[in-house]
């Protein structure tokens, strides 16, 4: 089968790989219908996070059950299936309580390499979660915002405590922010404000539920959002970059027994003690347990009530990958998807 | 009148101040009955926190009020009166939302300097509660430690989530680590780890509610932390101590999902912001909103369903204050009541 493999930064290629196997009782093999490139795959594109070998890409997918193991019991063949990017068994006790992006079983996907044709789906069980009925383009681009940046958005909206009369602020306006955005809407915050510069994400965050658009950063974006509630701070903020600058950003915009909800990947991140404790903020956030949303997700998916899809404004054939990363890097895309 | 000033590091002295005056038409002027040393006062005496003048001491405080403002309406002269280590309105959004300890017209008691025969409460109203009926002995020490070591030990429960069918650990035999387990009893918690290895403070905090004591620190002491819970680390962790090493030893023996309650005021503290991602536990502490709290503890007290004058291991008249500094430094004490 043909799938995506970095060798080095800026250096992605689609080439052969060997078709994956069931291994395990539990597997299961899907034909990957869709996949995109994720913000975190730009940090090894960039050089930020090390390669040291050929690399297959991906972790997010919707594809279509093609075989499974002796032990699989919640999918079949032919069923088209979403998953997150960590596969889980969905039964330990860190699972029950709703983090199975930690399942002590779990198998992060990316190991896997999801920008190919094929997949091998670990704790298929656990893992995959069918799709009701046939969906339209827009739904299936929907189901694969669903596996990561959806779900990633979503769990940062819960976990920055977002809802009905609170002021939600979102750090960083690629996929995951802006659907921080659509999540905190869907949750009912009242107040909603986008911090970002980009006109064409500033547009897509007015339209996912963003009621205020900041464009200023670090201490000047505070002071913004400090104007915009009385001088206290946000309610909930959802910090989706990862930088020690947005880190500080999302907890000083942040009033007194607030939440910050964190899901971008920490990069060079160390927080200084004394002003996290002066803060009184929550703090909660990492790998998103997507697999916890996803049924949720997918309903509002499969009934057109949501439209996360819309964060994708490049497609592009899985052979085209390595222009799909320049876009991305050179961020004249927001988020690509790759059509198999 | 006579109160506690401290010089230098070691240098603890009782000397004429003048007396408190009504300076705003919101404070009170109460006259002490009880005050105490806090494990917070070791760090100028120690000199980790700089004194750059001779600074009045102490924060914690029951008193009799003596005299009131022209605006103060709910407490009155001869009243006997619990507050927090900061002065709060009670009326502003932030307090309303329960984190008084960061409203935004909070004055630090500790600025004013508890330690002392007479004292100045600013905004009387938000700040004090009147005390019903006379107090035994024991009593009056329990609502003295709801002034801070009480209230904060119950706000770290709080934080940490602790309740039924949960496993809470705590990370520092003080006073406030004493008090958490005190709290998380109280809140309902199935199984208490006391982290501790001197023999007196195992027997209060076992007296508390403490299931378990496990000595270790560190490395060892999270492993013993994950023996015991099956691998998984606990639901709940207390933080009472504040320096890296203890930060580090709650974030890792709490599993993912879990919550991390921290109230030692933090010193030299940088949190890495990668390891703390991947833990997927929740962060919160800081200074506590006693005062959210104080009703219902002096309830607790005066009922005598909770004890927590006991951590009281030593009592001196004011004019000894010095020795009390001395017995807490040397680890003679845990906490040092001061009557006046």
């Not at 969905?90 to 779990?106: L, P």
């Not at 602020?169 to 404000?193: M, T």
């Not at 703090?283 to 509002?300: C, F, K, Q, S, T």
Request: charged share 20%; hydrophobic share 45%; net charge negative.
């Amino acid at each position: 089968m043909r799938g995506v493999v970095m060798h080095a930064p800026r250096d992605v290629r689609v080439e052969e790989r060997p078709d994956p196997v069931i291994e395990q009782p539990t597997d299961a093999v899907i034909r990957v219908s869709v996949a995109c490139i994720c913000g975190s795959d730009l940090w090894p594109y960039r050089g930020t996070d090390p390669i040291d070998r050929p690399t297959p890409m991906g972790h997010e997918y919707v594809g279509v059950v093609e075989q499974i193991g002796a032990d699989v019991r919640n999918v079949a063949v032919g069923d088209l299936v979403v998953g997150s990017f960590f596969a889980s068994d969905n039964t330990c006790e860190i699972c029950r309580a709703g983090y199975q992006s930690h399942c002590v079983h779990r198998v992060p996907m990316g190991a896997l390499g999801t920008q190919a044709e094929l997949l091998r789906v670990p704790l298929a069980d656990g893992t995959l979660v069918a799709v009701p009925g046939d969906p339209t383009p827009a739904q299936l681009r929907g189901l694969l915002a669903a596996s990561d940046v959806l779900g990633t958005g979503w769990f940062a909206a819960v976990a920055a405590a977002a809802g009905p009369g609170r002021t939600v602020a979102v750090v960083g306006d690629g996929a995951v922010g802006l659907l921080g955005v659509l999540a905190a809407k869907q949750l009912g915050a009242e107040r909603i404000i986008a911090m970002s510069r980009h006109a064409d994400r500033q547009e897509l965050a007015r339209r996912f539920g963003a009621t205020d658009v900041v464009e200023e950063r670090g201490d000047a974006g505070v002071q913004a959002i400090k104007d915009l509630t009385d001088g206290l701070g946000a309610h909930s903020t959802i910090e989706a970059v990862g930088t020690q600058e947005s880190m500080m950003q999302a907890i000083r915009s942040t009033r007194a027994g607030g939440h910050v909800g964190y899901v971008g990947v920490s990069h060079d991140v160390e927080l200084p003690g004394q002003e996290l404790f002066f803060s009184g903020v929550h703090l909660h956030g990492g790998p998103a347990p997507v697999r916890e949303y996803l049924p949720a997700l997918i309903d509002l998916i499969m009934t057109d009530r949501i439209d996360p899809g819309a964060v994708f404004d490049l497609t592009l054939p899985l052979a085209d990958a390595a222009e799909g990363y320049r876009a991305m890097d050179e961020r004249r895309a927001t988020k690509v998807l790759l059509t198999l």
